[in-house]
Structures are given as C-alpha cells and as structure tokens.
C-alpha cells in the first residue's frame, strides 16, 4: 500500500521551520506569505543559550521553541501540535493524515535521515511528509532544501522521530484542523511583537521552561536578551581553555553553518519589521529597523573574526576584537527590543 500528495508546492528555505511552515499556509489557507514574515509571526527570533555541566561546550539557538504554533496562535489558525510516545502509534497517526490527502508536520533529528548530508544531532528539525509506499519502505518528504520531494527510508524516519540516543521531540507532529485564518496580517504582527518582545526582554519564560526538562542536572540556561549576555560572559573565558579553537568553531558554525544563532534569523526579523512597517507603521519605526538590520550584520561580523581564530594555536589576543563585536551585538539587540517595547506599550496606553 502507499499514498502520496501530489498537489504540495516546495518552495526552498532558509530555515526548515518557516520554510515548512510557509507551504502548508499556502496549501490550507491559500495565503502566500514570504518565509520571514512567517518567521516573524512565529515570534521566531530569540536567543537561548546553554551550556553543559562538564564545561565541554555550549549550544545556541536563535529562534524560540515554540514558533510553528505560535504563528498559528498569532494568524488565529487552529492548527496543533502533539506528541505520541508510541512510535507504531505515531506511524499510524501520520500515516493516515497522508492517505487523506493532508500533508502533515513532523520533527525529528536530522542526523538520522538518510537523504541529509548533514551528519550531527540536530533535534526539532521540521519537514512535512507528503508520502509512503509500503512495497518499498520509503516516505516522501517535503524539506528546505530542494523543490521536489525527498525519498527517506521508513526505518531511519522512525529513528530520526524518536532517537533513543540523543534529545528528541517525541514523535511531535502537526495538524492543520482548518485553513480559516482569524485574525488580520496588522493584528497579528502586534500580537507576534508583543510576544516576542515579552520573550527578548525576560517577562515571557515559556522557551526556558521547555528547555529545563531537556538538559542536564548543573548546565547553565538562559533566553532572550539574557542568552545573550550569558553567552557574552562565557566567551570571556574561551582563550584560556584548552582548546579555545573549538569554541570559536562551534559559535561560527551556530552562527552561519548550522544557521541556529545568530545571521540568518536576525536577518529573517529584520526583513519581518521592514514589511511589518507597513502594516503597522504605529509599532515600528524606522529606528527599528534599521537596528534589526544592523543586528544581522553584526552576527555576520563576528563570524569573520571568528574565522581565523578556529586555527589550532591562534593568537589569544585576537579574542579581543570578538568580545567587542559581541558587546555590539549585546547593545544593538537591548536598543532594538527596548525601542519596540515602547512603542507597543504606548498603543497599550
């Protein structure tokens, strides 16, 4: 038996989760939407730092957990996310949503899928399943990376799904219930900035809380603009490990890579408030965006500094020009969201 959808527009993206996020808006709702406005309703843009308790190394992540549902929460779409511990019952679950011809949301580690290249844990990764045939043991997956569907074996879908050896999103899929869109694109832009600003300025917790239960007993935590100041005050301590080379790697990587720091969901937020502007001229002013824009490029400077440092034996002294480029970034990022604060609390007035 096998089932595929044929009619799912792929339009490659930046960032599997806007990417998967923007084409089954197209296909339910029959709204177009560019991939950072979708990023930007998502109230996607965050900052969430932690560290391991050995000291052995961090992780950056620079979109909230939860953006796939809050833009359904901000457009006012019933579209909803749950987990299933069991994997046959997961399988099932999907499985069918597919033989009724609904593409269907699905998380998983991108290490364990065999069409991907790209070979490290990456948990949460997002990608719609559009197929399956039995005879053959494969799924159809629509991903980011190209515009035509992906061939996956069933086996390392499982695996990737639920990983037992590695964090996972337990078998988290999502369904669209309806494609009715509730609220307005100006409505939803104030209701998306106002979570993401609650979040970058430490008065929303929810993307700490949901990470607590997925780290290690002693690792250091912290969001929003508070992930960033952490992250700051680590990399003081860099050059006096024994291996500050890796640090610089790991942090250029996030930031470029592996896309999950710094430059590519900075410039996903500014390119949001740039067309965001437009709808709310009210809650974004030109300041803003140009800080969003300035932001971006920062993350992208410090990736050139980094460059040199990822040599084995580089020069402790270059670290300087990093942790100042980083102090940049700390201040763009506090006079950005600070600015948009404002403004929404004097509509709120």
């Not at 089932?3 to 792929?10: S, W």
């Not at 299933?84 to 011809?101: S, T």
């Not at 301590?237 to 999950?260: M, V």
């Not at 270059?318 to 403004?343: G, N, P, R």
């Amino acid at each position: 038996m096998g089932a595929m959808i044929d009619n799912f527009r792929i339009i490659p993206a930046g960032h599997c989760g806007s990417g998967s996020m923007r084409n089954l808006i197209y296909h339910y709702c029959d709204v177009d939407l560019p991939e950072a406005v979708v990023f930007g309703l998502g109230a996607g843009i965050d900052s969430i730092f932690f560290t391991r308790p050995d000291n052995t190394g961090f992780t950056l992540f620079g979109r909230g957990v939860t953006m796939e549902a809050d833009l359904a929460r901000t457009l006012g779409i019933d579209y909803r996310e749950q987990i299933q511990p069991d994997d046959d019952l997961a399988w099932e679950e999907v499985r069918a949503e597919v033989d009724a011809g609904r593409p269907t949301m699905l998380s998983g580690d991108i290490l364990y899928l065999d069409y991907r290249e790209y070979k490290v844990h990456f948990p949460a990764h997002r990608f719609v399943l559009l197929g399956y045939d039995d005879s053959r043991q494969e799924v159809y997956i629509a991903d980011r990376i190209n515009p035509t569907p992906e061939t996956c074996s069933m086996g390392a879908l499982r695996r990737s799904r639920n990983p037992k050896d590695a964090i996972s999103t337990f078998n988290l899929w999502g369904k669209f219930h309806s494609g009715r869109i509730a609220h307005s694109l100006p409505s939803a832009c104030e209701r998306a900035l106002r979570i993401t600003v609650d979040r970058m300025l430490g008065r929303d917790q929810s993307q700490s809380e949901l990470m607590q239960g997925n780290l290690a007993e002693g690792a250091e935590l912290a969001t929003g603009l508070a992930g960033l100041v952490l992250l700051s005050r680590h990399m003081r301590h860099w050059p006096q490990q024994s291996r500050p080379d890796h640090c610089a790697r790991d942090l250029d990587n996030a930031i470029e890579k592996f896309g999950t720091g710094g430059a590519c969901f900075r410039q996903h937020f500014a390119d949001f408030l740039g067309w965001a502007a437009l709808q709310r001229p009210d809650l974004i002013s030109a300041s803003s965006a140009v800080s969003a824009a300035n932001a971006a490029g920062h993350w992208r400077n410090l990736s050139g500094l980094l460059q040199p440092l990822k040599l084995e034996g580089a020069g402790r002294a270059s670290w300087h020009a990093v942790f100042d480029q980083m102090e940049q970034i700390v201040d763009t990022e506090q006079t950005l969201f600070k600015a948009l604060d404002q403004c929404l609390a004097t509509k709120a007035a």
